[in-house]
């Protein structure tokens, strides 16, 4: 398997640092620490193994076919490179992540417009200060007290309503 060198790091540090919390600004101070110790370890050391002048060793071993044998094994030596098995994981990750914010900027923007008409309507009324009871009524229907089409006991809270059953076994109604 064919790799491909590495000679310089990918990472966007600015943009990451901006996104970590300062509690964790330390953590991520070291981490970029390794990270850049091990690019320059990488860049110093050559991407192939140096050559070796086989025919000067030829002349100059006197064993016969020990210049060769070596040859043969230095030439075969294949340093296995690790498979990478978890980039897939990775991607499959960041398209689950990816749909997950765009899910979530989708339900943020009906929220958004939701609240938008809720304030639309809102500084549509008269001020709070200006209504009367009559006009609390006509705006908010359902959160008015309606003595004629709903009455309700003194202090219209749903615990001191007839009918009214507690959370619970056994609760009696309150008269």
Wanted: net charge neutral; hydrophobic share 35%.
């Amino acid at each position: 398997m064919a790799s491909k060198r590495i000679t310089q790091s990918n990472i966007n540090w600015a943009a990451l640092a901006e996104r970590v919390p300062p509690n964790q600004k330390p953590n991520l101070a070291a981490f970029k620490s390794k990270s850049d110790k091990y690019l320059r370890s990488v860049v110093v050391n050559p991407e192939t193994p140096p050559k070796i002048d086989w025919a000067f060793y030829k002349k100059t071993v006197p064993v016969a076919g020990m210049v060769d044998k070596f040859q043969q094994q230095y030439e075969s030596l294949k340093i296995p490179y690790p498979v990478d098995n978890v980039t897939s994981q990775i991607d499959e990750q960041e398209k689950k992540v990816k749909q997950e914010i765009a899910n979530f900027i989708k339900s943020s923007q009906s929220r958004i417009a939701d609240h938008e008409k809720n304030i639309t309507h809102l500084r549509s009324l008269l001020p709070y200060d200006q209504m009367t009871m009559e006009d609390y009524r006509d705006a908010f229907p359902e959160k008015a007290l309606d003595p004629i089409n709903n009455p309700t006991f003194w202090p219209h809270t749903p615990e001191e309503q007839v009918g009214y059953k507690a959370e619970g076994a056994g609760a009696a109604e309150h008269h």
